[in-house]
């Protein structure tokens, strides 16, 4: 079984705990039609977890207890049956199974509000600050230490700020003054959330089919028939099958499982909601001598965005680099520094650094076939298409237009070799309030090229603000 272990972690966000029942507990089997159901149970005093059982109906003596082994949206057979792989015999349900004509009926239901928010009035009318010097309010500890533009000054407290620049996530949009900035947007989720990220991204492809820049994924919580099914067709035409299975909403790499195996995949689609995507198996990789070889790395690029009606897109000309400490090979999927790069969350493990500009005639040199100025012209087009598709539909399904918002997220980007010999960057996820720790430790003016950016009229800006205009 798995629980959720969260107020009792030292993580600030919850992460599944397996852990194996006693000889009773292992003892009880599944039963489409269960006699009782069965819960964790943390006892915070003796920090122990018990599993609760709780009869479904009245039992007579020698009645068998049975339980579900898991818990499913709708009452499809053919999810059941799914979702039953992994206590099944492999040829249990084979691509030719009358179930599959039940597939249509999976969708990820319309987007909704995950918190709700007050969408701005359409009647409202910002009012640019107007005065030599904006005051700025922030729960942010980087933006107070490297925010030293003379046109802002930091306050203490909200009421008197012009400009809000928070890390906890605002929702209150009405309640602005119509001096009143923040750095966020109504329902920007859309392309924070990793499953709603995806629907962004099938709504940018064509005919139904993902765009190139997006990997195959499924929402694991409405879409395991349809993963399943995938699966079980690369099998059977001996394609490679690694996916890679992620939280919605859990960041710094934390449960991320890397598997070839279906029933792995489908056991950790009852661990909370996921997304399973394709895993990128032909990356490109950087030769690194110091670590043994050529490496898996990506790439964050900031995006700015001033306004969303209409779309005004930069993006920030420095860009941060990720590198896996082991070389690459589709084995050994627990290996952390081998398939991931997130390492500056680790105690005792190398974070590698090499600045943009060292890092761009170093590839060049790798691959004198391919200039990072065209890898990077992708990347741009990329996020153009992101953020039209995120901003098309309106709210929930879009990104709201807020004339009070200014934003910058953080695009984590790898890049993946074409069957044809191109390279093809691939969107990994989009960031809310991203980490800047190195963006402000080797550019300490990072803050004050936002800030001047979003706030200042063109004519108070210096005029070489390090930003490419995407849109």
């Known amino acids: 079984m798995a629980a959720s272990e969260s107020r009792f972690s030292p993580l600030p966000q919850s992460l599944p705990v397996w852990y194996i029942m006693d000889e009773l507990g292992s003892r009880i089997q599944h039963s489409d039609n269960p006699s009782v159901a069965m819960s964790v149970f943390f006892y915070i005093p003796l920090q122990m977890a018990f599993s609760l059982i709780w009869p479904l109906r009245d039992l007579d003596y020698e009645d068998e207890v049975t339980r579900m082994y ?43 509000e995950r918190c709700k928010e007050d969408l701005p009035s359409p009647d409202v009318v910002a009012q640019p600050p107007s005065g030599p010097i904006s005051m700025v309010y922030t729960d942010l500890t980087l933006v107070k230490s490297f925010l030293t533009h003379p046109a802002f000054s930091l306050t203490s407290t909200e009421e008197k700020a012009e400009i809000l620049w928070l890390c906890e996530h605002f929702k209150q949009f009405r309640s602005l003054r119509p001096n009143q900035f923040v750095n966020q947007y109504p329902c920007e989720n859309v392309v924070t959330c990793k499953d709603l990220l995806v629907e962004v991204a099938r709504r940018a492809g064509h005919s139904q089919m993902l765009p190139p820049w ?94 969303v009606a209409p779309l005004v897109l ?70 153009r298409e992101v953020f039209q598709s995120a901003c098309s539909r309106p709210p929930p399904a879009g990104i709201a237009p807020s004339p009070q918002s200014r934003a910058i997220y953080a695009a984590d980007i790898m890049l993946e070799w074409t069957p044809q010999g191109d390279i093809q960057p691939v969107l990994l996820e989009v960031n809310y309030s991203p980490d800047c720790v190195r963006a402000c430790k080797y550019h300490p003016d990072f803050f004050n090229h936002i800030f001047e950016l979003f706030f200042l009229d063109p004519t108070r800006q210096s005029g070489n603000l390090p930003v490419t205009r995407l849109l």
């Not at 590839?363 to 012209?377: A, D, G, I, L, T």
């Open 70 to 112: 898991y818990s499913v949206v709708g009452d499809s057979e053919l999810a059941a049956v799914c979702h039953m792989l992994p206590w099944s015999r492999e040829h249990s349900l084979s691509l030719n199974d009358p179930l599959w004509s039940q597939l249509d009926q999976f969708v990820v239901p319309a987007m909704t």
């Open 314 to 383: 930069y993006s920030y000309n420095v860009f941060w680099l990720r590198f896996a400490n082991r070389p690459f090979s589709l084995d050994n999927f627990t290996d952390y520094q081998k398939h991931f790069t997130v390492m500056n969350y680790l105690e005792g493990v190398e974070l590698k650094q090499i600045h943009f500009n060292e890092f761009i005639p170093e590839f060049e040199r790798q691959y004198p076939n391919h200039s990072w100025k065209s890898v990077e012209n992708k990347i741009h087009q990329m996020l």
């Open 214 to 307: 997006f990997p195959v994924s499924f929402n694991l919580l409405y879409e395991l028939p349809h993963m399943v099914r995938e699966f079980l067709t690369r099998k059977e035409r001996n394609q490679d099958n690694v996916w890679i299975v992620k939280p919605w909403n859990l960041g710094r790499g934390m449960d991320i499982q890397i598997t070839d195996n279906l029933t792995h995949i489908i056991r950790l689609a009852q661990t909370g909601p996921k997304i399973a995507s394709k895993y990128i198996t032909s990356p490109v990789l950087f030769d690194r001598p110091d670590a043994g070889g050529k490496v898996k790395f990506d790439v964050r690029y900031v995006v700015l965005v001033p306004s």
